[in-house]
């Protein structure tokens, strides 16, 4: 049934992997924080590279935002803070839904997305 030349099978395999190595990057990720803590320090030293932790502070937003979309457009802050949304603009210039003064400052060119699915 393969008509493939295995190369569906291959790209399955780097596709597994690189899951894999992402579980495994945010493993190392949690145990460099962890030693950094314990150790006191923001740097610590492998044999050919230095790694810098830095602590920040990340902003969490409700999944439904719009109380806070609401309350930055009553504050009068919306424009300073709203940007354009380009994954729902690109599918409406090709779709030919947006004012053609704005679509012809686009180029549109073939691109191609693979995903896999088990059969």
Do not use: H, W
């Not at 295995?6 to 495994?24: Q, R």
């Not at 803590?37 to 902003?59: A, D, H, P, R, W």
């Not at 549109?108 to 896999?116: D, P, V, Y």
């Amino acid at each position: 049934m393969s008509n493939d030349n295995g190369l569906v099978d291959e790209f399955e395999k780097l596709y597994n992997l690189k899951k894999e190595l992402e579980i495994k990057e945010e493993e190392l990720k949690r145990k460099i924080i962890k030693l950094s803590q314990e150790k006191n320090t923001s740097i610590l030293f492998g044999n050919n590279k230095k790694c810098s932790i830095k602590e920040y502070v990340k902003v969490i937003y409700p999944e439904d935002k719009t109380i806070i979309v609401n309350l930055i457009k009553d504050k009068g802050v919306y424009d300073k803070f709203s940007s354009v949304n380009y994954l729902k603009l690109g599918p409406a210039i090709v779709k030919g839904e947006v004012d053609k003064d704005i679509s012809e400052l686009t180029k549109q060119e073939k691109a191609f997305r693979l995903s896999l699915r088990d059969i």
